[in-house]
Structure formats: structure tokens, C-alpha cells
């Protein structure tokens, strides 16, 4: 068990924090070790854009294992498929998830300022597309997904489980056809009610996030994801995961630090409630002391926790 003495602390980090990329010349991404890997695969090539590529890490000796797909975060502005947040030890979050038997599918996806709200949900379910049509070479149980994202990537997580199967949100990118629902969603520190989300009041004394930025830190980009969209003056809450529940949807893991100054922890409360009045499973796991991205709290035994609710929820599929 890791020393959470040890844990990174708010105070090692600036604010708002680094994007969620590695510096050139920094840390390089880390390949799960006992795995066979899969990289640079381009899952939708659209005309006028970057190919979008999808890296997918099996283990070794495992005979068609499920999949968590990971979406990364970065305000939908940054990111990098290959790498989980900075502050976290690199390498570790992959190769828990190969350690547990489970095959890991990372994928870039189109950023705000590429193209609008819905193309990051459209992409994500073209990868999830190809993954299924594609399993058999992969050596994969495309059947058994389970969707892990964090902030921006846990928002775009939290839609890929509500509008499954739903054919109006799949889009057309990449393989046009096949199933795009998943068997469980795990969303750590998501948007989850865009029209009403404000920064969190933090103590006075407290200066990582200078008053100036904070209608930056917390409007800009979701209004960068936005404009121009399809949908116009309703894209904003029809980007909002909360406008999605319904009591059918698949099992959720909530997981929020309580201190988070830049999605502030009600986002998951008010998106808790909405799916437990409907009827849906989810559990909802506050994290003391922590802020975004799980600073001033150890990483670690939160990745090992949420492994465990997977393997719990895919043992438990039918």
C-alpha cells in the first residue's frame, strides 16, 4: 500500500494545473508492462481533420478480457490519450487496470477547438465502434466495456453511457455501424450539469485560484465546447450528462474530491440524485481533502478501489 504521507499536496502544484500533457523532454508515456500493445491505431479519419488513434493493451495470456476504455481529460482543450494527469505516477493507472486482467483502450479524441460539442461524443462512440468490430484481432471482449474518464474525459464518459444505443447521439465517424452501449461507467470529477456550473467558493485565505481566473477556469471552456454547435442556444444542456438519465442506464461510480476548485464536487451531488430518482445504480464516493485531478489525496488506493467496483460490476453481468 502506497504511504499516503507521501501523496502529492495541493501546495506542490500551481493552479490552475499544467496541461494534462507531459513538457517536451519530460516524462514519455509509459507502456503497460505484460501486456501486447496495440498503438497508433486510427479509428476515424475524417476529411479535414487529424486521423484520430486509439492505443489498446491487452494482457498477455488472457484470453479475450474485457475493456476499459479511458477517456482522458483538459477542459476538452488538451490531452493526450496516452497520458493520464501529470500529477499522478506515470504509468500506474494502465498498468493496474492490465494487472486486473483487463484489456485498457485509450483514445484521442476532437477538442473544443476543432469541432463542437456533439463531435467528442460522436468520436468516442466511433471508437467504441471499432473496437467491437475489430475485437477478434485485437483479442478482446468487445461485449464487456467499461468507460473511465476523468474531468472533461469523465463528462464525455458519463454521455457515452446515457445515449447508448441511442442513434441520434452515435454519429457516422469512423465504423458507422454496431452497438455503442457499455456495461458500466466510471466518472471521476465530471461536468455534469453544464448550465449551472460555477466555480467553488474556496476560504479567503486561500490564493490558488486568483479571482480573476475564475470565470475563466470555469465558463470558457465550456462555452469554447459549444459554440458554433449543431444545437445552439440548447447545446449547453444537452452537453450536460444530467439532461441524459434515465433508469435504464448502466451502473455508475461517482468519484469527487470534496475540495475540487475547478468542477466543484455538487456537480456530481446534483447528477448522484437525478440518477437515483430515476432508478439507476450508481455509487457515489466523496474524497476527503481532495482537490481537482485528486490533489492533496493519494491517487493510488482511488484507482485500486475503482478496479474493484469494475470487477465487481462484470462479474455481475448477466
Known amino acids: 500500500m502506497t504511504d499516503t504521507a507521501a501523496a502529492p499536496q495541493i501546495a506542490d502544484h500551481e493552479w490552475p494545473p499544467p496541461p494534462y500533457i507531459r513538457p517536451v523532454g519530460g516524462e514519455r508515456p509509459v507502456r503497460p508492462r505484460g501486456a501486447r500493445s496495440f498503438e497508433g491505431l486510427t479509428y476515424s479519419m475524417?476529411?479535414?481533420?487529424?486521423?484520430?488513434?486509439?492505443?489498446?493493451?491487452?494482457?498477455?495470456?488472457?484470453?479475450?478480457?474485457?475493456?476499459?476504455?479511458?477517456?482522458?481529460?483538459?477542459?476538452?482543450?488538451?490531452?493526450?490519450?496516452?497520458?493520464?494527469?501529470?500529477?499522478?505516477?506515470?504509468?500506474?493507472?494502465?498498468?493496474?487496470?492490465?494487472?486486473?486482467?483487463?484489456?485498457?483502450?485509450?483514445?484521442?479524441?476532437?477538442?473544443?477547438?476543432?469541432?463542437?460539442?456533439?463531435?467528442?461524443?460522436?468520436?468516442?462512440?466511433?471508437?467504441?465502434?471499432?473496437?467491437?468490430?475489430?475485437?477478434?484481432?485485437?483479442?478482446?471482449?468487445?461485449?464487456?466495456?467499461?468507460?473511465?474518464?476523468?474531468?472533461?474525459?469523465?463528462?464525455?464518459?458519463?454521455?457515452?453511457?446515457?445515449?447508448?444505443?441511442?442513434?441520434?447521439?452515435?454519429?457516422d465517424e469512423g465504423v458507422r455501424t454496431g452497438d455503442t452501449r457499455v456495461t458500466a461507467v466510471v466518472d471521476w470529477y465530471g461536468v455534469h450539469d453544464a448550465e449551472n456550473l460555477e466555480l467553488r467558493s474556496l476560504p479567503v485565505d486561500t490564493e490558488l485560484i486568483p479571482p480573476s481566473h475564475a470565470e475563466t477556469l470555469s465558463r470558457e471552456p465550456l462555452l469554447t465546447l459549444t459554440e458554433g454547435s449543431a444545437y445552439g442556444a440548447d447545446a449547453l444542456r444537452l452537453c450536460s450528462p444530467i439532461s441524459h438519465v434515465r433508469g435504464d442506464a448502466p451502473p455508475f461510480l461517482l468519484m469527487h474530491?470534496?475540495?475540487?476548485?475547478?468542477?466543484?464536487?455538487?456537480?456530481?451531488?446534483?447528477?448522484?440524485?437525478?440518477?437515483?430518482?430515476?432508478?439507476?445504480?450508481?455509487?457515489?464516493?466523496?474524497?476527503?481533502?481532495?482537490?481537482?485531478?485528486?490533489?492533496?489525496?493519494?491517487?493510488?488506493?482511488?484507482?485500486?478501489?475503482?478496479?474493484?467496483?469494475?470487477?465487481?460490476?462484470?462479474?455481475?453481468?448477466?
Do not use: C
Not at 143 to 164: C, F, P
Not at 296 to 303: A, H, T, V
Open 46 to 171: 475524417i476529411p479535414g481533420y487529424r486521423p484520430l488513434l486509439l492505443d489498446v493493451h491487452v494482457p498477455e495470456g488472457a484470453e479475450r478480457p474485457p475493456v476499459v476504455l479511458w477517456i482522458h481529460g483538459g477542459a476538452w482543450l488538451m490531452g493526450d490519450r496516452r497520458l493520464p494527469p501529470v500529477m499522478w505516477p506515470a504509468g500506474t493507472l494502465f498498468q493496474k487496470i492490465v494487472d486486473a486482467g483487463f484489456a485498457v483502450a485509450t483514445l484521442d479524441y476532437r477538442h473544443s477547438k476543432e469541432a463542437p460539442f456533439p463531435a467528442q461524443l460522436h468520436d468516442a462512440k466511433a471508437a467504441l465502434r471499432y473496437l467491437r468490430r475489430f475485437a477478434v484481432d485485437l483479442g478482446i471482449d468487445a461485449d464487456r466495456v467499461v468507460v473511465w474518464g476523468e474531468s472533461a474525459g469523465a463528462h464525455l464518459a458519463a454521455l457515452v453511457g446515457l445515449t447508448g444505443g441511442q442513434a441520434e447521439w452515435d454519429g
Open 257 to 318: 474530491g470534496e475540495q475540487d476548485g475547478l468542477v466543484p464536487i455538487v456537480q456530481s451531488e446534483v447528477f448522484a440524485e437525478a440518477l437515483q430518482r430515476a432508478g439507476g445504480d450508481v455509487e457515489f464516493r466523496r474524497v476527503p481533502g481532495a482537490d481537482h485531478v485528486f490533489l492533496g489525496s493519494d491517487p493510488l488506493p482511488l484507482m485500486d478501489e475503482a478496479i474493484d467496483w469494475i470487477s465487481a460490476r462484470l462479474a455481475a453481468r448477466p
